[in-house]
């Protein structure tokens, strides 16, 4: 099965800051790497599909990167509605993982 | 309007079953692969199992294979999670989701609670 990891866990962050959370699998998913919003109480949200593709409605400060093993999902400018978890996910092959989450906290 | 809505947690027993629901609105299941995701309280997301958009293929997380089936019902446009031998780690907010052509998992319906508790 395909391990992912994520780093940090948590990072505190002020509105306006750049954020950068990393996922690394633990053999290479080419670019089958999707990353994902949940806030408290809600469903996850699809933000980046195939490591760097944007989903349609996610604002352009969000982005994606990276093929192998190693991604990245950079938000170039920390707005309030982005104080969240989120999560990488491996879609490469069953069964489909997903990393332990990244909280970024005010 | 394109949605999914699932059903039918509650509370139930250790070793007992539960059947989960997930319907469809505003696109059908043959034209998608569904998935269920599961969330214990306070902790991360974990895959549950997939049926491939032609009902080909199915597969399952280590933790509920030979437990947990997946099905559909095309006539109703309904997914569901069979779930027997129920244990207490089952507790966990369970989440249909469909996944994209691109694999990624692009819409998700609101969640159904399952308490596995005497």
């Known amino acids: 099965d395909i391990q992912m990891t994520q780093s940090p866990s948590s990072l505190s962050a002020s509105v306006g800051d750049r954020v950068t959370i990393t996922c690394r699998a633990s053999?290479?998913?080419?670019?089958?790497l999707n990353w994902y919003q949940q806030k408290p109480g809600k469903a996850p949200k699809l933000l980046i599909y195939a490591a760097s593709s944007l989903q349609s409605g996610v604002p352009s400060r969000l982005s994606g990167s990276g093929s192998g093993t190693d991604f990245t999902l950079t938000i170039s400018s920390l707005q309030p509605e982005d104080f969240a978890t989120y999560y990488c996910?491996?879609?490469?092959?069953?069964?489909?993982?997903f990393g332990p989450g990244t909280k970024v906290e005010i | 309007q394109v949605q999914v809505v699932e059903s039918g947690g509650g509370v139930v027993q250790p070793g007992r079953s539960l059947r989960l629901s997930c319907a469809a609105s505003?696109?059908?299941?043959?034209?998608?692969?569904m998935h269920w995701v599961r969330q214990a309280p306070g902790k991360g997301l974990e895959w549950v199992a997939v049926?491939?958009?032609?009902?080909?293929?199915?597969y399952y997380g280590e933790s509920v294979k030979g437990r947990f089936t997946i099905s559909r019902d095309t006539s109703k446009n309904t997914l569901y999670l069979q779930m027997n031998s129920l244990r207490a780690e089952d507790t966990a907010v369970y989440y249909c989701?469909?996944?994209?052509?691109?694999?990624?998992?692009?819409?998700w319906g609101q969640g159904t609670m399952v308490t596995v508790s005497s």
């Open positions: 505003g696109f059908t299941l043959t034209s998608y692969g």
């Open positions: 049926i491939w958009y032609d009902g080909s293929n199915k």
């Open positions: 053999q290479s998913i080419s670019s089958y």
């Open positions: 996910q491996q879609t490469h092959s069953p069964p489909l993982t």
């Open positions: 989701a469909r996944a994209s052509g691109d694999s990624a998992f692009d819409m």
